[in-house]
């Protein structure tokens, strides 16, 4: 149940891949097994597995194995982790501009 | 200033490499000067400009020439469209999670 922190470096590495965000976006629709991801993408199971194990180890994926259907689904983990690095970001920099405004507005605009 | 739409698939893959996360990090705390990037990062001049140069192109960074000097500060359109793509795939997923629990309600969790 003690799922480790997801690295928020790793969520970008695993979606800077165009293919890993197609599979994200197809799973964000419903869950899909291996071969019904690798079909409509052209590649190889293969391959998808390597792409899921990415998605897996940042969080963003969940696969569960019933009898020998391996069924993929959205984690949500990884995209939390995305998000609170956006906002992160947002913040810090708003909070400056909101420095930067109070400066501008005792200085009389002139500095 | 009629900005171009910012293309999401441009944004993932300007934060999948660590050197460019770090430089909208640094830039999300205050603006930089380009040298001022390069410098802590150990990189050169010529480096740190073909990372600008991505990053502005995903709408995450923004530079203004002033005399000799080139200052880079944090643009907000690349967060932006990051936001709605992650808020896209949770609300797409959080709304198939409820239809599946409205399902198993009705059909007394025996599904």
Same mark, same amino acid.
């Given at each position: 149940? *003690?799922?480790?922190?997801? !690295?928020?470096?790793?969520?970008?590495?695993?979606?800077?891949?165009?293919?890993? &965000?197609?599979?994200?976006?197809?799973?964000?629709?419903?869950?899909?097994?291996?071969?019904?991801?690798?079909?409509? $993408?052209?590649?190889?199971?293969?391959?998808?597995?390597? *792409?899921?194990?990415? #998605?897996?180890?940042?969080?963003?994926?969940?696969?569960?194995?019933?009898? &020998?259907?391996?069924?993929?689904? $959205?984690?949500?983990?990884?995209?939390?982790?995305?998000? *609170?690095?956006?906002?992160?970001?947002?913040?810090?920099?708003?909070?400056?501009? !909101? &420095?930067?405004?109070?400066? #501008?507005?005792?200085?009389?605009? !002139?500095?």
């Amino acid at each position: 149940m *003690h799922k480790p922190k997801v !690295d928020v470096n790793r969520v970008f590495q695993a979606l800077g891949d165009p293919t890993r &965000r197609t599979i994200v976006e197809k799973l964000s629709q419903r869950p899909h097994s291996v071969s019904g991801l690798a079909a409509p $993408l052209g590649i190889t199971l293969t391959a998808v597995t390597q *792409h899921l194990q990415v #998605l897996e180890e940042s969080g963003l994926v969940r696969t569960v194995k019933t009898g &020998r259907v391996r069924t993929c689904s $959205l984690d949500t983990p990884g995209l939390s982790a995305l998000e *609170h690095w956006i906002r992160d970001r947002r913040s810090t920099w708003e909070r400056r501009l !909101d &420095r930067l405004g109070d400066f #501008l507005a005792e200085s009389g605009g !002139d500095a």
